[in-house]
């Protein structure tokens, strides 16, 4: 018989139990109603555990030059990774993740240039402790298309790829200090330098996402609830860049770079009526696909403040010129200036001097003491102060590209005023000296320089923003400007002028040569004839000209027999000939006599023969493409305005490629424009060698090189 207590001590604990089912029933039923476990609620709990989102890469925009070739776009990389667990399969005939590591590391490893064993080895441990998947640290990312295409056609079971995207040059150094880079950090592409960083705000996308419901391997469920927001891609960036041109100088300066070894060189070429930039470049120089090893992250012809030297003397002189106190046929005594007391006497380069000459030949020789006499006693030194800044020496061009510095006037002491005059002691970068020509070359108004043509959309050819020429100043007249054209044009086709070695083959040529000296460490100056920047800012045709260029080469390796010129006028030369003819720009090497023009007369569907002997009558130059006994075409075409000295080509119902020895680059581009050939052009002058040979079938789509020569 079970005592009293026993009974009570059982209905203690059915009455504990009833009180803890209460409870836990109780809990499950507020569960049940409300979906909330301490605040949280469970429904929304589970379909955030179950979803995934992320982020969707919006395309940088695109960069261009002036003619829509791609400077700068978003290339997909591919990132590999390897699932390896088990348990993703659910059936072995059709494998989800690595089932044999062995093979499958054997397979990757010489496509990844990576060691097999340490690849298997990778996989094997992830797998051991449980991982779901497993990379393979940089040789697995930043993967080509071309590569990752390769493997998956290996159809190795488990093995997958994220793509990524990678801001991509396709060609390399060219104009690298102008376009700048990009790279991605944090998965997103920032811009670092050039105009990658000036117009971020423009190129730069906004991200999409994309969000879905998932099991626990991360596969998309039957119905997922997806979520999707686009990306905006950013927008395009049309640049005054011309890829031909660029091309002409990044070739003529890498000439320049590997024989003479310079410590710099620093080149631009501008459209001064403008002020569009056309091409620019600087040595050292390096690839934005590959930052690893940059010598110069400066882009030198905006941020290098130097002494100019004598490339300042045009300005003096212009300065004079539009004060009316130039008399170019009045004589001073050559060799030394005086400045005063306490100070040296400057010399010309020749400390000797030429005795007695006029300051028209001052400036031919490039005097220093005729630069000090003109700026101190015909100018004054405060109304010169004045003029400096009016070519706005004192101050940034405004181009738009970041990183831009200015010289700085030294005009304090007597000696800095009288060495301003000829470029010593005050300081100008390329960029300067080329806004202040501008207004040589463009009959007195001074153009600021730029960059950027315009921008477009990413989805459209609607222009969202478009450059507009500006004019800065007018520091001298029309007039002053033709004086100063024909002054520099001396100095390049006039006796004693230090710019003979910059004559071109068919245009006229005006321009300053410049001796800078480089500041010693040590104080004063560096000597030995190596030891300068040396530099040229020359203009063409000179009577109008279309193209100004700036060259400098700093301490080049030069032979015993050469000179500063030698680097400094093959690089000028080369481009500027090269350039015009490309602009199709008439010849203008009579521009002082009277040029004969007629329109090209029509002479299509006549008999060969006839044809050329009636334009025979009229031009010197006339070519015969091809053994066809009708005319097809001319180049150029009939009705054009031609020169009595242009070649006139005459394409046959028969052509083939015709001898082009002789031929300018002009002619050469003509003929390959017609038959839609591929050119490409080594040196500056006429034609001496070319790819296909005469009497050659001319094929569209074709390749030709030309190697060209100046005349003899």
Do not use: C
């Not at 800095?416 to 970068?429: D, L, N």
């Not at 969202?464 to 001396?490: C, Q």
Request: glycine residues 8%; proline residues 5%.
């Amino acid at each position: 018989m079970k005592s009293a207590n026993t009974h009570k001590g059982a209905a203690l604990l059915i009455i504990l139990f009833s009180i803890m089912f209460l409870i836990i029933a109780g809990r499950f039923l507020y569960i049940e109603t409300t979906a909330e476990v301490e605040g949280v609620n469970l429904e929304k709990w589970a379909e955030e555990s179950r979803t995934t989102s992320y982020q969707l890469d919006a395309s940088r925009g695109k960069i261009f030059d002036k003619n829509g070739m791609v400077l700068a776009y978003d290339r997909p990389t591919y990132r590999l990774y390897a699932i390896v667990d088990p348990a993703f399969t659910t059936n072995k005939e059709d494998p989800k993740h690595v089932d044999d590591i062995q093979e499958t590391a054997s397979k990757l490893a010489p496509i990844l240039d990576m060691d097999a064993a340490k690849m298997a080895e990778t996989m094997k441990e992830a797998q051991e402790a449980g991982s779901f998947q497993v990379e393979f640290g940089s040789k697995g990312r930043e993967i080509s298309r071309k590569t990752m295409k390769k493997i998956k056609e290996m159809d190795l079971s488990g093995i997958k790829f994220d793509q990524r995207s990678k801001r991509y040059y396709p060609n390399g150094k060219f104009a690298s200090h102008i376009i700048g880079f990009a790279r991605t950090e944090n998965g997103h592409i920032n811009g670092v330098t050039g105009v990658e960083k000036q117009l971020e705000e423009y190129l730069e996308g906004e991200k999409g996402k994309i969000s879905y419901e998932r099991d626990k391997y991360g596969v998309k469920l039957l119905d997922p609830n997806e979520i999707l927001k686009p990306p905006d891609d950013g927008e395009n960036v049309h640049l005054t860049i011309d890829q031909k041109i660029q091309t002409f100088l990044e070739d003529a300066m890498s000439s320049v770079q590997e024989q003479y070894k310079p410590k710099k060189i620093m080149a631009a070429v501008m459209d001064p009526e403008t002020g569009q930039i056309l091409a620019m470049s600087n040595r050292p120089s390096y690839n934005p696909n590959d930052i690893g090893d940059v010598e110069n992250w400066y882009n030198d012809v905006i941020s290098y403040p130097f002494e100019p030297g004598s490339t300042m003397k045009m300005f003096t002189w212009a300065a004079a010129i539009e004060e009316g106190v130039y008399n170019g046929k009045e004589k001073f005594k050559s060799g030394s200036y005086d400045i005063g007391e306490n100070y040296r006497a400057i010399h010309d380069h020749n400390y000797e001097g030429w005795g007695e000459i006029t300051f028209n030949e001052g400036f031919r020789r490039s005097s220093n003491v005729a630069a000090a006499k003109l700026a101190m006693e015909k100018i004054g030194p405060q109304t010169f102060r004045e003029y400096l800044s009016d070519f706005h020496f004192d101050q940034k061009t405004g181009i738009d590209l970041p990183g831009e510095a200015k010289g700085k006037i030294l005009y304090k002491w007597p000696i800095e005023k009288v060495t301003t005059s000829f470029g010593q002691g005050t300081t100008t970068t390329p960029i300067q000296l080329m806004t202040a020509a501008t207004s040589i070359a463009n009959d007195g108004e001074m153009m600021r320089p730029y960059v950027l043509s315009k921008i477009t959309g990413s989805d459209s050819d609607k222009t969202i923003e478009i450059s507009e020429p500006e004019v800065i100043g007018e520091p001298i007249s029309a007039e002053t400007a033709k004086k100063m054209r024909d002054l520099l044009g001396s100095v390049v086709t006039g006796e004693h002028g230090t710019g003979a070695p910059y004559k071109l083959g068919d245009y006229s040529v005006a321009g300053k040569t410049g001796t800078a000296q480089i500041p010693s460490p040590d104080g004063g100056y560096m000597t030995g004839r190596e030891n300068y920047i040396f530099s040229f800012l020359g203009m063409a045709p000179k009577k109008d000209p279309e193209l100004l260029m700036y060259v400098a080469v700093q301490q080049p390796e030069l032979e015993p027999t050469e000179t500063g010129s030698a680097p400094v006028s093959y690089i000028f030369n080369t481009v500027m000939e090269n350039s015009l003819h490309y602009l199709d720009i008439n010849p203008d090497k009579n521009n002082d006599q009277q040029v004969k023009t007629q329109e090209l007369q029509d002479v299509t569907n006549m008999s060969t023969k006839d044809a050329v002997a009636q334009l025979q009558k009229t031009y010197e130059h006339v070519s015969v493409v091809g053994n066809g006994g009708k005319v097809e075409a001319t180049l150029p075409e009939a009705g054009t305005t031609t020169l009595n000295g242009e070649r006139i080509i005459v394409i046959t119902d028969q052509p083939t490629m015709p001898d082009l020895t002789g031929w300018s680059l002009r002619d050469v581009q003509r003929l390959a424009d017609y038959f839609n050939l591929k050119m490409e052009t080594m040196g500056s002058g006429y034609v001496v060698k070319q790819s296909i040979e005469k009497g050659s079938k001319l094929k569209g789509d074709g390749y030709l090189v030309v190697e060209l020569s100046p005349p003899q």
